[in-house]
């Protein structure tokens, strides 16, 4: 034994006249640290109801349970994470998770309460003294749980695409798609928004299973024009996509295109099992009028469900406006055959150049069937009625598209404005831009609409395109005079458009006289929105049917109209869109099968 | 226990006279002589490390015969996690160890990410090592008060976990959390250094330093504490590779191996770890080996405050975590705890949960079989001695 | 490594190998070739370190794999040994004598897998589950959830509710189902 090593413990006393290094009271002295993960705080501003928050807590902490005020609307479920302290381990995977940034925590970590039950509540619903607290732990931006990113689309080049009228978008590699698929989060906040509550978080699982026939089937269940909608649908589903928060919305109409698009059209019908349709079973027939989406949609689930159906058709094809409107470049017509030549091969018949209302009269169809659908869209072109309008090389852009997809040549002009600012306007648009490259090899195409910029009502991608493809588009001004020279068109005076709609949102528009503008053009194009012909409905059926104040055939939850006979549904009700369309077309054929058996 | 009793290292091999008969490699111990007495220490015991429990036969005061029960605190962490999706994975596995959590958060996330072939970025491997070097500077501390309370002085024990604290204090502003931190999630790690950190950090170096030379002067300068831990629980360097001992009590016998060193993860390779041994590999060479390794802790954690880079990203590209698939595979990935070899086996069968996770642990051998072999033959009092220079661990053994 | 492999090919039948990281590598062994081949890992290669033994459980192919992992100090490089053994009345040799610690994994594997291992010390003792009457329960047929619940009782006044199920009563309820399709077949 060392003496050493005695004594040297002595040395300690040292500290007794030194500041001690503990703190004298740590809990006011040192409250939790700015980072702290304590009991959670929501912003019920933000969060969604996503569920996120419970899918990922491994204690099973949280319920996701209805809380007074909270409604249910498109996008938010209305529900509310409920957390259990008992079972929390407070490891903050929750707060990472939840794509709005709603879900955070505090720094507070000490409570006492006499009741266990205190202890499970609503964070945001329930009061606590810490919900308005800044600090706690957040979520850092610099991580990620979920993928906010989306699989790039590869599209052609704009050199590539302004001569023809080749599809633009590729479509997904199953590589790509599985990659995009696993971005879902499974919470189904979208099915309540499409249309046709389609099953979206389903075929999406699917696709990540890579089970292909599985996700048709299940698209097929509320939807027979997937190639179509895989292409060209509105997506409404992606705006309520609860990774849009942060980031990249699933690319859900891409998803659905890459499922169709791996079928081979001649396994349709084994893998969706009417290889063996029962043949006219119910010895009730249902007559069509339009073969565009509404009616084949109908046309579809009455064959499936045993109907026999002739669909009247007055052009030469059938699509309606998905064919005559919608470009070539954004949906090839062999995917637009590709859903109806399925449609049709089910005993669906379709009678084309019969306009019902001149080559046969929808008394006839009533006399002969047992119901009517009517989904004859809007055909009819809507005019700015400014002076000039009448001339004859002032066109409108439904008419134009609908003689490109006819094959009919146009007389193309060297100089052209469009007016209107939709997707209408730069559909006709970006297809003149190509058949002016085509004939001229330049672009002299000019779009102006009141909208600005900012409100401009065409998609983002659609004007960022047209541009792409050498098309002035110059938005902010509202027309004011064709000017006709020598009977041919000079060109078109517009005015600066200030604002479009009044304090209540209606449509108002207000102009600034003095800033003027003058756009060079010897043809006009009108496309600013386009309006229905119901000719087809004689004066004795019109005094029957119930019309809505603003012209629309009044009809209940499952398109019946008050003539009990006659379902109606598509752009003429709803809409305008291919969606919708088929949407109305599948409940009123569910309606029409409901009508019947109770007839 | 056969093969413990044929065993060559046993210290008693000379005089057997008190000790029970053996009979098909089991002692008998026949209660009833009157020469033995049956002794629980633990599971509730304040001289055994957590929750486990020593069976001891002994006679008067000496040990003749031990055996480690554990069960006490099976949370069938494994188990759990072949029904958990991986990232579902990541708070369960800091809770395998109390003091010194993050390295199985590493190894976890390491598993996966070898599996996954996924890179994690520069920044967020530096976040990563210091957040390891700095659990073992807490675990040590914890140790260290743990070694002094069980030779009776409580005092040092409170100076060296109130010491603790300030780095939880430091670990709650790093990662959210005091205990368990939850912060190497797969693809990097889930926070910056909040400001001023280093700061605090450097401060904090500075006043553990200043307690560790009263440590020292208290406790491994003590002429009681060294008459009672020299001689104590000797490994010899046969037993090392024979008894699987790892980390400081292999070091202490000669065995010049740190997973740090050899098989350098995260940045250590960039980093001086310097090789610590001793050859005495009693319990007092232990003490006094960690001691050394806790200064050098500090030395390394002033190095990486002062290297890790400002900015960069801290997490990989990661897919959707939610529907996160791993190919299949196995791998194994280890790192050096305050303990030893610490490491993760980990099985994936392609699915988005692991097939089989085993957590490895330093004292899944030094509690049981290594403990058994050398409490034979000391003293009661010296058994929680023992213990904690073997720096046993039961949650390592219960995963 | 890639010698080590052609040694021990030479010596028995391999029936895989795979290199997972530069310091990590995985042979696949008969299960009775495996004492021969440990035994020649630990006394004539460098591999004297036993990290661990332990199953995984491929319930599917009705088999169990150990797994030996070695280290070797020397070359600073974890070989893992696989043996797949018949799930069924699952037994495997003891290495006991090879390792003192080896007996350990072995108790545990027999108790947490039901894996017996003849000969092995106080393998029949129980590990962590004193008194435990169901199936080993790392068996990846005990299923633990079901067992919790039979065993716990869960905190009264819990529910939930799945969003896309909810927004579908709130606000889409009567949105029909999709028709039955009519097959002549059925
Ligand atoms: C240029 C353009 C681009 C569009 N782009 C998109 C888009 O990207 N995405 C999207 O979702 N929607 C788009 N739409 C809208 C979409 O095309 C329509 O909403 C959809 O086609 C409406 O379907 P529907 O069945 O109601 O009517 P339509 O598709 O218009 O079909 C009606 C059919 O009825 C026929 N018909 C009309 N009257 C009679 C009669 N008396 N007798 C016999 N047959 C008759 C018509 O010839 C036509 O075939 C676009 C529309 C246009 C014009
Ligand atoms: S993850 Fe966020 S947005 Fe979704 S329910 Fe939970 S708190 Fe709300
Ligand atoms: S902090 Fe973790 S345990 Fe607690 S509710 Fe959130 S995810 Fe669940």
Same mark, same amino acid.
């Given at each position: 034994?060392?003496?050493?090593?005695?004594?040297? *413990?002595?040395?300690?006393?040292?500290?007794?006249?030194?500041? *001690?290094?503990?703190?004298?009271?740590?809990?006011?002295?040192? *409250?939790?640290?700015?980072?702290?993960?304590?009991?959670?705080?929501?912003?019920?501003?933000?969060?969604?109801?996503?569920?996120?928050?419970?899918?990922?807590?491994?204690?099973?902490?949280?319920?996701?349970?209805?809380?007074?005020?909270?409604?249910?609307?498109?996008?938010?479920?209305? /529900?509310?994470?409920?957390?259990?302290?008992?079972?929390?381990?407070?490891? $903050?995977?929750?707060?990472?998770?939840?794509?709005?940034?709603?879900?955070?925590?505090?720094?507070?970590?000490?409570?006492?309460?006499?009741?266990?039950?205190?202890?499970?509540?609503?964070?945001?619903?329930?009061?606590?003294?810490?919900?308005?607290?800044?600090?706690?732990?957040?979520?850092?931006?610099?991580?990620?749980?979920?993928?906010?990113?989306?699989?790039?689309?590869?599209?052609?080049?704009?050199?590539?695409?302004?001569?023809?009228?080749?599809?633009?978008?590729?479509?997904?590699?199953?590589?790509?798609?599985?990659?995009?698929?696993?971005?879902?989060?499974?919470?189904?906040?979208?099915?309540?928004?499409?249309?046709?509550?389609?099953?979206?978080?389903?075929?999406?699982?699917?696709?990540?299973?890579?089970?292909?026939?599985?996700?048709?089937?299940?698209?097929?269940?509320?939807?027979?024009?997937?190639?179509?909608?895989?292409?060209?649908?509105?997506?409404?589903?992606?705006?309520?996509?609860?990774?849009?928060?942060?980031?990249?919305?699933?690319?859900?109409?891409?998803?659905?295109?890459?499922?169709?698009?791996?079928?081979?059209?001649?396994?349709?019908?084994?893998?969706?099992?009417?290889?063996?349709?029962?043949?006219?079973?119910?010895?009730?027939?249902?007559?069509?009028?339009?073969?565009?989406?509404?009616?084949?949609?109908?046309?579809?689930?009455?064959?499936?469900?045993?109907?026999?159906?002739?669909?009247?058709?007055?052009?030469?094809?059938?699509?309606?406006?998905?064919?005559?409107?919608?470009?070539?470049?954004?949906?090839?017509?062999?995917?637009?055959?590709?859903?109806?030549?399925?449609?049709?091969?089910?005993?669906?018949?379709?009678?084309?150049?019969?306009?019902?209302?001149?080559?046969?009269?929808?008394?006839?169809?009533?006399?002969?069937?047992?119901?009517?659908?009517?989904?004859?869209?809007?055909?009819?072109?809507?005019?700015?009625?400014?002076?000039? $309008?009448?001339?004859?090389?002032?066109?409108?852009?439904?008419?134009?598209?609908?003689?490109?997809?006819?094959?009919?040549?146009?007389?193309?002009?060297?100089?052209?404005?469009?007016?209107?600012?939709?997707?209408?306007?730069?559909?006709?648009?970006?297809?003149?831009?190509? /058949?002016?490259?085509?004939?001229?090899?330049?672009?002299?195409?000019?779009?102006?609409? /009141?909208?600005?910029?900012?409100?401009?009502?065409?998609?983002?991608?659609?004007?960022?395109?047209?541009?792409?493809?050498?098309?002035?588009?110059? *938005?902010?001004?509202?027309?004011?005079?064709?000017?006709?020279?020598?009977?041919?068109?000079?060109?078109?005076?517009?005015?600066?458009?200030?604002?479009?709609?009044?304090?209540?949102?209606?449509?108002?528009?207000?102009?600034?006289?003095?800033?003027?503008?003058?756009?060079?053009?010897?043809?006009?194009?009108?496309?600013?929105?386009?309006?229905?012909?119901?000719?087809?409905?004689?004066?004795?059926?019109?005094?029957?049917?119930?019309?809505?104040?603003?012209?629309?055939?009044?009809?209940?939850?499952?398109?019946?109209?008050?003539?009990?006979?006659?379902?109606?549904?598509?752009?003429?009700?709803?809409?305008?869109?291919?969606?919708?369309?088929?949407?109305?077309?599948?409940? $009123?054929?569910?309606?029409?099968?409901?009508?019947?058996?109770?007839? | 226990?056969?093969?413990?009793?044929?065993?060559?290292?046993?210290?008693?091999?000379?005089?057997?006279?008190?000790?029970?008969?053996?009979?098909?490699?089991?002692?008998?111990?026949?209660?009833?002589?009157?020469?033995?007495?049956?002794?629980?220490?633990?599971?509730?015991?304040?001289?055994?490390?957590?929750?486990?429990?020593?069976?001891?036969?002994?006679?008067?005061?000496?040990?003749?015969?031990?055996?480690?029960?554990?069960?006490?605190?099976?949370?069938?962490?494994?188990?759990? #996690?072949?029904?958990?999706?991986?990232?579902?994975?990541?708070?369960?596995?800091?809770?395998?160890?109390?003091?010194?959590?993050?390295?199985?958060?590493?190894?976890?996330?390491?598993?996966?990410?070898?599996?996954?072939?996924?890179? !994690?970025?520069?920044?967020?491997?530096?976040?990563?090592?210091?957040?390891?070097?700095?659990?073992?500077?807490?675990?040590?501390?914890?140790?260290?008060?743990?070694?002094?309370?069980?030779?009776?002085?409580?005092?040092?024990?409170?100076?060296?976990?109130? #010491?603790?604290?300030?780095?939880?204090?430091?670990?709650?502003?790093?990662?959210?959390?005091?205990?368990?931190?939850? &912060?190497?999630?797969?693809?990097?790690?889930? @926070?910056?250094?909040?400001?001023?950190?280093?700061?605090?950090?450097?401060?904090?170096?500075?006043?553990?330093?200043?307690?560790?030379? +009263? !440590?020292?002067?208290?406790?491994?300068?003590?002429?009681?504490?060294?008459?009672?831990?020299?001689?104590?629980?000797?490994?010899? =360097?046969?037993? !090392?590779?024979?008894?699987?001992?790892?980390?400081?009590?292999?070091?202490?016998?000669?065995?010049?191996?740190?997973?740090?060193?050899?098989?350098?993860?995260?940045?250590?390779?960039?980093?001086?770890?310097?090789?610590?041994?001793?050859?005495?590999?009693?319990?007092?060479?232990?003490?006094?080996?960690?001691?050394?390794?806790?200064?050098?802790?500090? +030395?390394?954690?002033?190095?990486?405050?002062?290297?890790?880079?400002?900015?960069?990203?801290?997490?990989?590209?990661?897919?959707?975590?939610?529907?996160?698939?791993? =190919?299949?595979?196995?791998?194994?990935? @280890?790192?050096?705890?305050?303990?030893?070899?610490?490491?993760?086996?980990?099985?994936?069968?392609?699915?988005? @949960?692991?097939?089989? !996770?085993?957590?490895?642990?330093?004292? &899944?051998?030094?509690?049981?079989?290594?403990?058994?072999?050398?409490?034979?033959?000391?003293?009661?009092?010296?058994?929680?001695?023992?213990?904690?220079?073997?720096?046993?661990? =039961?949650?390592?053994?219960?995963? | 490594?890639?010698?080590?492999?052609?040694?021990?090919?030479?010596?028995?039948?391999?029936?895989?190998?795979?290199?997972?990281?530069?310091?990590?590598?995985?042979?696949?062994?008969?299960?009775?070739?495996?004492?021969?081949?440990?035994?020649?890992?630990?006394?004539?290669?460098?591999?004297?370190?036993?990290?661990?033994?332990?199953?995984?459980?491929?319930?599917?192919?009705?088999?169990?794999?150990?797994?030996?992992?070695?280290?070797?100090?020397?070359?600073?490089?974890?070989?893992?040994?696989?043996?797949?053994?018949?799930?069924?009345?699952?037994?495997?040799?003891?290495?006991?004598?090879?390792?003192?610690?080896?007996?350990?994994?072995?108790?545990?594997?027999?108790?947490?897998?039901?894996?017996?291992?003849?000969?092995?010390?106080?393998?029949?003792?129980?590990?962590?589950?004193?008194?435990?009457?169901?199936?080993?329960?790392?068996?990846?047929?005990?299923?633990?959830?079901?067992?919790?619940?039979?065993?716990?009782?869960?905190?009264?006044?819990?529910?939930?509710?799945?969003?896309?199920?909810?927004?579908?009563?709130?606000?889409?309820?009567?949105?029909?189902?999709?028709?039955?399709?009519?097959?002549?077949?059925?």
């Amino acid at each position: 034994m060392k003496l050493k090593d005695v004594l040297s *413990p002595l040395r300690v006393w040292e500290r007794a006249a030194k500041k *001690p290094m503990t703190i004298k009271d740590p809990i006011n002295d040192r *409250p939790g640290a700015v980072n702290y993960r304590g009991f959670h705080k929501n912003d019920f501003s933000k969060c969604i109801g996503c569920g996120s928050c419970e899918e990922i807590c491994q204690n099973d902490a949280i319920d996701l349970v209805p809380v007074e005020g909270q409604e249910t609307v498109e996008g938010d479920s209305g /529900l509310r994470p409920m957390i259990d302290y008992g079972r929390c381990c407070w490891c $903050a995977l929750c707060v990472d998770v939840c794509p709005t940034g709603a879900l955070t925590m505090s720094n507070e970590y000490t409570w006492i309460a006499d009741n266990p039950e205190d202890y499970r509540f609503v964070p945001g619903a329930d009061k606590t003294a810490w919900q308005d607290s800044e600090k706690g732990y957040t979520r850092s931006p610099d991580i990620q749980i979920l993928d906010y990113e989306r699989v790039d689309m590869q599209e052609l080049e704009p050199e590539e695409r302004d001569k023809s009228f080749i599809e633009i978008v590729k479509g997904y590699n199953k590589e790509q798609a599985m990659k995009e698929a696993e971005r879902c989060l499974e919470c189904g906040l979208c099915i309540a928004t499409c249309p046709a509550h389609m099953d979206i978080p389903g075929y999406i699982a699917a696709i990540r299973d890579d089970d292909i026939d599985n996700a048709l089937r299940i698209l097929y269940e509320t939807n027979p024009m997937p190639e179509i909608c895989g292409r060209i649908c509105t997506h409404k589903c992606e705006t309520v996509c609860a990774l849009h928060n942060n980031g990249d919305p699933l690319a859900i109409r891409w998803l659905k295109r890459y499922i169709v698009d791996q079928v081979p059209a001649d396994k349709y019908s084994e893998i969706l099992g009417t290889d063996h349709l029962e043949d006219e079973v119910l010895n009730r027939k249902v007559a069509i009028i339009g073969a565009g989406p509404a009616g084949l949609s109908a046309a579809y689930y009455l064959a499936i469900m045993g109907y026999k159906t002739k669909v009247y058709e007055a052009l030469p094809d059938p699509g309606g406006m998905v064919r005559y409107g919608i470009p070539e470049y954004r949906l090839p017509y062999d995917q637009i055959d590709k859903d109806i030549d399925y449609i049709r091969s089910l005993g669906v018949e379709i009678q084309f150049n019969t306009r019902v209302g001149t080559d046969i009269t929808l008394e006839e169809l009533h006399g002969s069937y047992d119901a009517v659908f009517a989904g004859t869209g809007l055909h009819l072109g809507r005019s700015t009625r400014v002076p000039g $309008a009448d001339n004859k090389r002032v066109y409108f852009a439904t008419d134009l598209l609908r003689e490109v997809t006819l094959g009919n040549e146009i007389d193309v002009a060297e100089n052209i404005v469009v007016i209107g600012g939709g997707n209408v306007a730069m559909d006709i648009t970006r297809t003149l831009a190509r /058949l002016q490259n085509l004939k001229y090899g330049k672009v002299q195409v000019l779009a102006t609409c /009141l909208e600005a910029e900012d409100i401009m009502p065409a998609d983002v991608e659609e004007v960022v395109e047209a541009r792409e493809e050498n098309a002035v588009i110059d *938005p902010g001004w509202g027309p004011k005079e064709i000017e006709i020279r020598d009977g041919k068109v000079y060109g078109l005076h517009v005015v600066k458009c200030l604002s479009v709609f009044d304090e209540n949102g209606r449509f108002s528009p207000k102009f600034d006289e003095d800033q003027k503008k003058f756009f060079k053009a010897d043809m006009v194009v009108e496309s600013i929105g386009q309006g229905m012909d119901l000719s087809y409905l004689s004066e004795g059926i019109k005094s029957d049917l119930k019309f809505s104040p603003r012209g629309r055939i009044e009809v209940d939850d499952s398109f019946q109209s008050s003539l009990q006979w006659l379902f109606v549904g598509g752009d003429i009700i709803q809409g305008p869109d291919v969606i919708h369309g088929i949407a109305n077309g599948y409940i $009123a054929a569910k309606g029409i099968d409901t009508y019947l058996n109770k007839k | 226990m056969s093969n413990l009793s044929e065993s060559k290292y046993r210290g008693y091999e000379a005089d057997r006279s008190k000790y029970p008969r053996m009979e098909n490699g089991k002692p008998v111990i026949d209660l009833e002589s009157h020469m033995y007495t049956k002794l629980w220490q633990g599971p509730q015991h304040p001289g055994v490390t957590g929750n486990m429990a020593v069976e001891l036969i002994v006679n008067g005061d000496e040990i003749v015969d031990a055996k480690t029960h554990m069960g006490y605190l099976h949370r069938a962490f494994e188990k759990l #996690m072949e029904r958990r999706r991986y990232i579902q994975c990541f708070p369960l596995v800091c809770r395998i160890c109390v003091p010194e959590p993050d390295t199985n958060e590493y190894c976890v996330s390491a598993a996966m990410e070898d599996l996954a072939g996924i890179q !994690v970025p520069e920044r967020a491997l530096w976040l990563r090592t210091l957040n390891l070097e700095m659990s073992r500077i807490g675990s040590y501390l914890m140790w260290l008060g743990g070694q002094a309370g069980s030779l009776g002085m409580g005092a040092i024990g409170q100076w060296t976990i109130g #010491m603790r604290d300030f780095w939880l204090d430091l670990f709650e502003e790093m990662t959210g959390g005091r205990v368990y931190h939850m &912060y190497m999630i797969p693809g990097g790690v889930r @926070k910056t250094l909040p400001e001023g950190f280093r700061d605090r950090a450097r401060e904090l170096i500075v006043t553990t330093r200043k307690l560790l030379y +009263d !440590v020292e002067n208290t406790f491994l300068s003590n002429a009681i504490i060294k008459s009672r831990l020299q001689g104590l629980g000797v490994i010899s =360097p046969e037993m !090392v590779d024979e008894y699987g001992i790892v980390g400081p009590n292999a070091r202490a016998s000669g065995m010049e191996h740190d997973i740090r060193i050899n098989n350098p993860y995260v940045k250590y390779g960039e980093l001086d770890v310097k090789m610590l041994t001793s050859t005495v590999g009693d319990a007092y060479a232990r003490a006094e080996l960690r001691y050394r390794d806790l200064h050098q802790s500090l +030395d390394l954690v002033t190095e990486i405050l002062n290297r890790i880079p400002q900015d960069g990203p801290i997490q990989a590209d990661m897919p959707n975590l939610l529907n996160w698939k791993i =190919p299949a595979g196995q791998t194994y990935v @280890k790192a050096e705890s305050t303990r030893g070899e610490h490491g993760f086996y980990m099985v994936s069968d392609g699915s988005d @949960k692991p097939r089989r !996770v085993f957590a490895r642990g330093a004292s &899944y051998t030094h509690a049981i079989s290594v403990l058994e072999e050398l409490a034979v033959n000391i003293s009661i009092s010296d058994l929680a001695g023992l213990m904690v220079s073997l720096h046993t661990c =039961p949650p390592e053994i219960e995963r | 490594m890639e010698q080590l492999v052609k040694r021990i090919n030479g010596m028995i039948h391999l029936k895989a190998y795979n290199r997972q990281r530069d310091d990590l590598f995985f042979i696949t062994v008969e299960k009775s070739q495996l004492e021969l081949v440990l035994s020649h890992l630990k006394n004539n290669e460098g591999f004297t370190h036993l990290a661990f033994l332990q199953a995984v459980d491929f319930l599917e192919d009705s088999k169990f794999q150990l797994t030996y992992m070695l280290y070797n100090y020397d070359i600073r490089v974890n070989l893992g040994v696989k043996v797949l053994i018949a799930r069924d009345k699952a037994e495997m040799t003891s290495i006991h004598k090879l390792w003192a610690h080896a007996w350990q994994y072995q108790r545990e594997l027999h108790e947490l897998f039901g894996i017996n291992f003849p000969g092995s010390p106080r393998v029949e003792e129980s590990f962590v589950l004193e008194g435990w009457e169901e199936m080993p329960p790392m068996r990846r047929d005990f299923d633990t959830k079901e067992y919790s619940e039979r065993t716990f009782y869960q905190r009264p006044g819990r529910s939930t509710n799945d969003p896309k199920e909810y927004m579908k009563e709130k606000m889409y309820k009567n949105y029909a189902a999709s028709p039955r399709i009519r097959r002549d077949d059925e």
